[in-house]
């Protein structure tokens, strides 16, 4: 995103108005380089033409989204792991999906939502709150970017990613994606928003899809409907049940759950909706997936921010083990949870919030003599980046910060995060 358009987003402006608003901030400042080269719209648009042009990326981006004809295998598209009808995450409880050439390599991580993730920042390693600008006291930390370890800030650049991954859609290199760009049905779509000869240089035809699929990913209706009962709520347009009530208090009680200090449940003081993230990375040590193939080498460990996946922060031994914070919007439909899929129950994560340090047998393995490997898939080395906020921090043995009822409340609390058009009434479920 450019800075324009974040500032739009945080407005409201671009909640209100969708993807055509955010289009109107981003493509005056920031042509891409196939419509650059194709000489579409060589400079600063009209506010219709900017409506218009966004209209049109968005039905091509949708387009694009949704054909499986463009990955190696022929049978996975992009909505084939961020489904529409669950928050445009996976519909599987598998902890990663399956992709390649032919199907049958497994991933590395879970697959996160894509709804809810106009408001991320570019990543940075020093975030301030805008109030206390250059303050140090104040420096949030690393925050920010679209993955798991923050390493792209522009959808543009996210969508690449999957269409070139080995154990994603497959494709060898951009040329291969755009033979297939050049059969599809929509191959006219391309030209009509990016040029005749937009297709004469692959990196700008690849430039080109992944932008419609930025532009498409950034759709209003799609993609930010901010529709829960919470938001219906916080509008005076809905209540809550004395459970919902008593789960967001703990939500946000600092000595209960304590979930708000980085899941962000009030609005913002321009009136913007709660994103329910911070944008900030944390290590939580979920415990390790052996379900993950990767993980039956013992010398691999996914360390988010400082590597595998992202090298650009390898070496850097502070960052190792965290990973970006994610939106709890739709978390009530999530089958698989954390960076690795470890949990499959909402109640379960609650409770390994709650008693990850009072009662680290419950959730990690135990050694042959008994004791407990707790953290067992962080080295050792890397402990001193856990958080231990509550409700953290706890020995073992000591009271847990939340009891069962309480967690029970908290889940019930999560429920109001749904959005309607993914209610089961919604959905024919």
């Not at 004809?69 to 990663?96: I, K, N, Y």
């Not at 914070?325 to 954390?338: D, E, G, I, Q, Y």
């Not at 409340?409 to 479920?429: M, N, R, S």
């Amino acid at each position: 995103m450019t800075i324009k358009t974040i500032w739009l987003v945080r407005s409201g402006l671009a909640a209100s108005m969708g993807a055509a608003a955010l289009c109107l901030a981003l493509l005056p400042l920031r042509q891409s380089s196939a419509a650059t080269a194709a000489g579409v719209h060589p400079g600063p648009m009209s506010r219709t033409e900017a409506f218009a042009r966004a209209e049109t990326l968005t039905a091509l981006g949708r387009k694009i989204f949704s054909d499986p004809s463009l990955s190696a295998s022929g049978l996975q598209a992009c909505a084939s792991c961020h489904d529409p009808a669950h928050a445009f995450s996976p519909a599987s409880a598998m902890p990663v999906e399956m992709g390649g050439e032919h199907g049958d390599q497994p991933g590395l991580r879970a697959v996160p939502t894509l709804r809810y993730l106009q408001s991320v920042p570019a990543f940075t390693e020093h975030y301030y709150d805008s109030e206390d600008e250059g303050d140090e006291s104040v420096d949030n930390g690393p925050t920010g970017g679209l993955t798991w370890d923050g390493r792209v800030d522009h959808g543009a650049d996210q969508a690449k990613i999957p269409l070139l991954s080995p154990f994603e859609m497959g494709n060898k290199d951009a040329a291969e994606v755009v033979a297939k760009l050049q059969k599809a049905a929509y191959a006219g779509d391309i030209k009509v928003a990016f040029g005749e000869t937009v297709f004469d240089n692959p990196q700008d035809a690849f430039d080109a899809a992944a932008e419609a699929l930025a532009t498409f990913e950034q759709s209003g209706p799609d993609f930010y409907p901010y529709s829960s009962r919470y938001d219906a709520f916080l509008a005076g347009k809905a209540t809550l049940t004395a459970q919902e009530l008593h789960g967001r208090q703990l939500f946000e009680d600092p000595a209960k759950g304590n979930c708000s200090s980085c899941h962000l449940s009030e609005p913002a003081n321009d009136g913007e909706p709660p994103q329910f993230s911070d944008f900030g990375f944390l290590g939580l040590a979920a415990p390790r997936n052996m379900a993950i193939p990767a993980n039956n080498d013992p010398n691999y460990h996914d360390l988010g921010l400082c590597g595998p996946q992202r090298t650009d922060f390898a070496g850097r031994s502070e960052y190792c083990g965290l990973f970006r914070t994610p939106t709890l919007r739709n978390v009530a439909l999530k089958k698989s949870f954390f960076h690795n899929g470890y949990f499959h129950s909402l109640r379960d994560v609650v409770s390994f919030y709650a008693t990850r340090d009072s009662d680290p047998g419950r959730w990690y393995p135990k050694n042959s003599d008994g004791t407990v490997r707790r953290y067992d898939d962080l080295p050792q080395a890397y402990w001193d980046n856990l958080n231990q906020d509550p409700p953290f921090g706890r020995k073992p043995g000591d009271a847990p910060a939340l009891t069962d009822p309480e967690i029970d409340d908290i889940v019930a609390f999560l429920g109001t995060l749904t959005d309607a058009d993914l209610q089961p009434e919604a959905t024919g479920h």
